[in-house]
Structures are given as structure tokens and as C-alpha cells.
């Protein structure tokens, strides 16, 4: 099923950190905390959105939904 939201992510790439929109290529940043920050300020400007983080090892860490979510956690 097809997401109506952009997805931003931040994943390692060759010792940096990418931030990519919709598996476009937006940014590199030299520190993760940098492209964290832009991710989240791209996501929140663009709603719905999302923002999925990954850690050093390219495993999903955290992430966070702008507006409404249209797979909210049961619960």
C-alpha cells in the first residue's frame, strides 16, 4: 500500500550521514545530530510526513510522524 506521506530518512553513507527525501538524495551532513535536525524541520514544513532514523549500522533507530498517521500503533 502506498504511503500519501514523504518519508525522510537519515542513514550512514561513507562516514557521513544522508538525509534523503523519498529515497532521493537531499543532504550529507558530517554529524548525525545536523541531519536529524534538518530531517525534522523538512518533515514538519511538508506534512503529512515522516522521519525515520537510522543508527550506524543502517538499523532503524526512531522515527516520528508529522500530522495525521495513517498507521497508528494499536493500543
Known sequence: ???D??????QPERGQW???RD???VQHFEHKADAVAEGRKRARA???SQLVVHDH???I???????NDPF???G
Not at 506521506?5 to 537519515?10: A, K, Q
Request: charged letters at 30%; aromatic letters at 6%; zero cysteines.
Open 57 to 59: 549500522h543502517g538499523k
Open 23 to 25: 529515497e532521493a538524495k
Open 46 to 48: 511538508e506534512q503529512p
Open 61 to 67: 533507530e526512531g522515527e516520528s510522524t508529522y500530522l
Open 1 to 3: 500500500m502506498a504511503s
Open 18 to 20: 544522508k538525509l534523503s
Open 72 to 74: 497508528p500503533p494499536r
Open 5 to 10: 506521506r514523504t518519508v525522510y530518512r537519515v
